[in-house]
């Protein structure tokens, strides 16, 4: 019995520790009674076991069963308490941010000497520590301790076990609660972010453990723990938690890359951190939170609904709307969606109070205020809100009252000097530090941390135990997890973690006592086993992608969409205006009514384009692949503008097309000529301008590229996946434009070099045909019955009579390709790469071909080519080609027809003149010329929200102006106004005012004309708004 005792006495304190460190977290925060009357902060029965256990470790010292020192955090600790003392008097007699009243003081006085009674949890586990195999039965209390955690949180989330929240006043109270489907976890704690620290915190210590042990079925059930702490994570929803997680984990394996050495560690991080995170996203609320953050959430629910659109075909009616049902689902700015009015973590409406009023009979009636929120609770959330607008900027209030003491602890939450706030947060400890106890306390503290990590890091790579290795370094890791957290919650404020937290410290100080002497050491640079050879191959693998034609190929990439960026969300009134709005409307219009693609609108309901009234809005020119494109692409970028999101297709497009380029060129050539076609491609400014535009043509030319390189790939390789998927590019080029077929000539040209004659009983080829031109065919068939939507198309091959004159030449070799495409001196290394290329070891006429195919093409469109400049980007992939392939021809391979400096220089010059004088001419390109017409648009936008009206836009007969306001209608008048009104005319538009605008004015103004009940909407002195029939005669929406 004596000898029992004995143990028990010289191991008291050992015992009182391991439970406390057991007891602390798995006790639900029960109050036992009031520390300050109506304050949120409870005495506890931890609190008193705390107590118990610091009189027992003074007698302890006392009686000499265990020692205080030497205690490398002594010094550090007595710092910052010191400080906070110089705070509150500072706090009471200099700044006067406390009253003078025992309240108020009382108040402060407790949250010191809360700080106290975790920094005593410390001294009591530093003096607990008498040897390495204490160290190792911690880690097992702290081991079953998570489980036990763990295991109560799923009580609460799958069985109805009760919860204990300090959450707010009431709550803390003892009030026994129960999770909702989809309330946060927390377990033993008092909250769900206090849960989610502890939790990131064990596990990292666990998975440091996991690495360490050797014992297959210890391993097993370590990384059962693992999955189980996991999953807790998950389940308190704490986004923060999860980063400081990762960047824990991340610190954990940069530890163990000193004893392991980096091609350990790498892969072992990658696992980890990848399987965390693909975790997280798959499953449990907290990915939700996530994808909020990302606006994941939103196009995953874009592209599900764009999938679940019908195809069927619209109504017949002149005048039509669809219903949605669900409203939530609009997302994007093209949707005219309503402003978000309460935070995307706010899912119930509740009023901000209830006031009495009087009715117009004089009765009191109780009317709710609604409830307002900040611009960054809409924004973010409103829990950043809260932060952003209030909580952070009250602690830097704090700090600069005195920026060497803070305002004293407990003083921040404060409105006026004498309000006694209830609790106290500031939801980010560096500023709550800074806040109460100013750059003294902060520093303090920070030298507290620092004495703990460089401690470890004197020793830990000399530690040859793997158990106290593995807590060593990750309680390192565990500290850096802790810095994260603390930007978003007041971390080292919450007295589970907190009190654990520096429990944990005292067993890591205390197992640094009863190491060997040749594992302690002086701080120092320690060694990574494979530094040498992983830098080598590090040195390496850069040397290869240095080296790699890739790397390059992704600089031009970058390169290619940042130049297309310029003024890529400007309002749609560039350059051809007119065609790029029709394009564009058909694109609004399917985002607003459903995507039909057999069916596409735009807003133009005259005659202009077709010479036949077109009621219904119909737009036949090409199959809208273009527009489905952007319709995607508006889903994946919400919050953008329709514009935005059409440019960003077609630039998306120039990128596919400038990768093919690319391997078509260095598969004939080499790679170095493919990247110079590639970055000619790249910043041809006319290219620029013209693939970043709201028009099927990037589309058609990226489109046809893969037709020929994926053609070319099956005659070469002879592999059927080839053949589709040129078949496929063939069959989306047509029924983009028809001029597709031009390339069938340097398509017949690559089968002739195969098969020679044969390619004219070539059954592949044959098929090939017909399956292209099959559903080109159908779509011709299918437009023909709606004549009203196809513009007149005949005119484009001679209908001046251009071809072959002297005007023909001019406008398209001189003015368009020479002078607005090459800027004049591109057409040096033109000229090079058209006369002395050789593809391969022999001639290949591929190139040659191709270009003879867009010259017929010029041929066959003589005056489309010559009326619209845009009608010449499908010529600027071959354009670039021997550009690319000239300036090659120059820099490297001419030095037996020309001097290699000579010849150098004189390509650098031409290139360089190309970009200037290119730029010269395609920078007015970018310009909006009438800006009047954009801000009469947006006005009547404004006026109308998401009201439709058919709309009367005079502009020529340009729609352009139309497109601005949003509205379906007239690019000009069709008749008088009584016969636009039978038309079903609703607003009249315009910018120009003439004798027709004036009259209307006129009538409006007077407002004595009951035929004509003319309202104006608005009228400045660059636009009029004017609405043509009464309310009751306008369409509902």
């Not at 010191?112 to 880690?139: D, G, N």
């Not at 704690?189 to 996991?210: E, K, N, P, Q, R």
């Not at 893969?706 to 080029?733: C, H, P, Q, T, V």
């Amino acid at each position: 019995m004596r000898k029992i005792l004995a143990w028990v006495d010289d191991n008291l304190l050992f015992l009182l520790s391991g439970f406390l460190l057991a007891f602390i977290p798995l006790y639900p925060k029960l109050p036992l009674f009031e520390a300050i009357p109506g304050y949120i902060v409870r005495v506890r029965l931890e609190d008193l076991l705390i107590v118990g256990t610091l009189i027992i470790w003074l007698i302890q010292i006392i009686r000499g069963k265990n020692k205080f020192g030497p205690n490398p955090l002594a010094k550090p600790i007595a710092a910052y308490l010191l400080v906070g003392i110089l705070s509150m008097l500072s706090a009471v007699f200099l700044i006067k941010t406390v009253p003078f009243e025992l309240l108020h003081i009382g108040k402060m006085a407790l949250h010191f000497f809360r700080r106290v009674e975790y920094f005593s949890l410390f001294f009591v586990f530093y003096s607990s520590v008498k040897s390495l195999k204490q160290v190792k039965w911690y880690l097992i209390i702290l081991a079953l301790t998570m489980i036990g955690v763990t295991l109560y949180g799923y009580g609460q989330k799958y069985l109805y076990w009760p919860a204990f929240s300090t959450m707010n006043r009431e709550f803390a109270k003892g009030w026994q609660l129960y999770l909702s489907e989809h309330a946060r976890v927390l377990s033993t704690f008092g909250g769900h972010y206090d849960l989610a620290a502890y939790t990131m915190g064990v596990l990292i210590i666990l998975w440091s453990l996991f690495f360490s042990v050797k014992q297959k079925l210890l391993k097993a059930g370590i990384f059962v723990s693992i999955l189980g702490a996991f999953w807790l994570l998950i389940l308190t929803v704490s986004r923060t938690s999860f980063l400081a997680y990762l960047a824990g984990v991340s610190v954990l394996f940069f530890f163990w890359m000193f004893r392991k050495g980096i091609r350990w560690s790498a892969p072992r991080w990658f696992a980890v951190i990848a399987g965390s995170v693909l975790i997280m996203l798959l499953f449990g609320d907290l990915s939700d939170r996530f994808l909020k953050l990302l606006k994941l959430d939103q196009r995953v629910s874009n592209i599900k609904s764009l999938i679940q659109q019908p195809f069927g075909k619209p109504p017949s009616e002149q005048n039509f709307a669809l219903l949605e049902n669900n409203i939530e689902a609009v997302t994007s700015k093209s949707d005219f969606p309503p402003l978000p009015t309460k935070p995307s973590d706010v899912f119930e409406d509740i009023p901000d109070g209830i006031i009495t009023t009087q009715s117009a009979t004089g009765a009191s009636q109780l009317t709710e205020v609604p409830r307002t929120y900040s611009q960054a609770a809409i924004v973010y959330d409103l829990s950043t809100g809260i932060r952003l607008d209030a909580l952070w900027p009250q602690a830097i209030k704090g700090f600069m009252r005195n920026p060497l003491l803070g305002s004293g602890y407990s003083t921040l939450n404060k409105a006026q000097i004498n309000d006694f706030t209830e609790a106290e947060s500031t939801d980010n400890d560096y500023l709550r530090a800074l806040g109460e106890t100013g750059l003294l306390g902060f520093l303090t503290f920070a030298w507290i941390l620092a004495v703990v990590i460089i401690s470890i890091w004197k020793v830990f790579t000399r530690v040859r135990d793997n158990y106290v290795f593995a807590y060593l370094v990750g309680f390192a890791a565990l500290v850096f997890g802790l810095l994260v957290n603390a930007v978003y919650i007041d971390i080292f404020e919450a007295s589970k973690v907190a009190l654990t937290f520096w429990a944990m410290v005292g067993i890591a100080l205390g197992a640094l006592k009863f190491l060997p002497p040749q594992e302690k050491g002086f701080l120092y640079v320690p060694q990574i086993p494979d530094l040498s050879a992983t830098i080598k191959l590090f040195r390496q693998t850069a040397i290869n992608i240095v080296k790699s034609p890739k790397t390059y190929l992704l600089l031009i990439i970058v390169l290619s969409v940042s130049l297309r960026h310029y003024k890529i969300t400007e309002p749609l009134a560039d350059w051809h205006s007119w065609r790029q709005a029709d394009t564009s409307a058909v694109t609004r219009n399917f985002l607003r009514y459903g995507m039909d693609p057999l069916y596409p609108r735009y807003d133009d309901l005259s005659s202009v384009a077709s010479g036949k009234p077109n009621p219904q809005g119909y737009r036949f020119v090409e199959f809208p692949l273009y527009n489905m494109a952007s319709v995607v692409t508006d889903k994946l970028f919400p919050g953008y503008s329709i514009e935005y999101s059409g440019r960003l297709t077609s630039i998306l497009m120039s990128v596919g097309t400038l990768i093919l380029l690319y391997l078509l060129v260095a598969r004939y050539l080499n790679p170095l000529a493919g990247l110079l076609t590639a970055l000619v491609f790249a910043v041809l400014p006319y290219n620029i301008f013209w693939s970043r535009v709201i028009l099927p043509e990037p589309t058609l030319v990226f489109l046809t590229i893969g037709m020929l390189y994926f053609f070319d790939s099956w005659i070469l390789k002879n592999k059927k996946r080839y053949y589709l998927l040129s078949l496929l590019f063939a069959i989306g080029a047509l029924l983009v434009k028809f001029t597709a077929v031009f390339f069938a000539i340097p398509m017949v040209y690559l089968a002739f070099t195969k098969w020679r004659f044969k390619t004219l009983v070539n059954p592949w080829l044959w098929i090939y045909a017909v399956l292209m031109l099959l559903p080109f065919g159908l779509w011709r068939m299918h437009i023909s019955q709606y004549p009203e939507g196809i513009p007149a198309y005949t005119w484009l091959f001679n209908g001046n009579g251009i071809r072959f004159k002297g005007a023909f030449f001019w406008w398209l070799f001189s003015e368009r390709i020479a002078h607005l495409i090459l800027g004049s001196w591109g057409l040096i290394p033109f000229g090079i790469g058209v006369l002395f290329t050789k593809f391969r070891e022999k001639s290949n006429w591929l190139f040659h071909f191709w270009l003879l195919a867009m010259i017929s093409y010029l041929v066959v469109f003589a005056t489309g080519n010559v009326q619209h400049d845009y009608y010449q980007i499908i010529l600027v992939p071959i354009l670039s080609v021997f550009v690319g392939v000239g300036s090659y021809y120059l820099l490297f391979g001419g030095k037996h027809h020309f001097n290699v400096w000579i010849s150098r220089v004189l390509i650098i010059v031409s290139l360089i003149f190309m970009c200037m004088f290119g730029w010269y001419q395609a920078r007015d390109l970018f310009n909006i010329n009438h800006p009047e017409i954009v801000e009469a648009g947006r006005a009547m936008d404004r006026l109308l929200g998401d009201k439709r009206g058919n709309t009367i836009a005079p502009y020529g007969g340009d729609t352009a102006f139309l497109y601005q306001t949003g509205q379906k209608g007239w690019p000009l008048m069709e008749g008088t106004i009584d016969e636009m009104i039978e038309k079903q005319a609703h607003y009249y538009i315009s910018t120009n005012f003439d004798d027709t605008t004036n009259e209307i004015i006129q009538i409006a103004t007077n407002a004595n004309d009951p035929l004509h009940p003319f309202k104006i909407l608005e009228q400045t002195d660059r636009y009029v708004i004017v609405q043509l029939v009464r309310d009751n005669e306008l369409p509902s929406n």
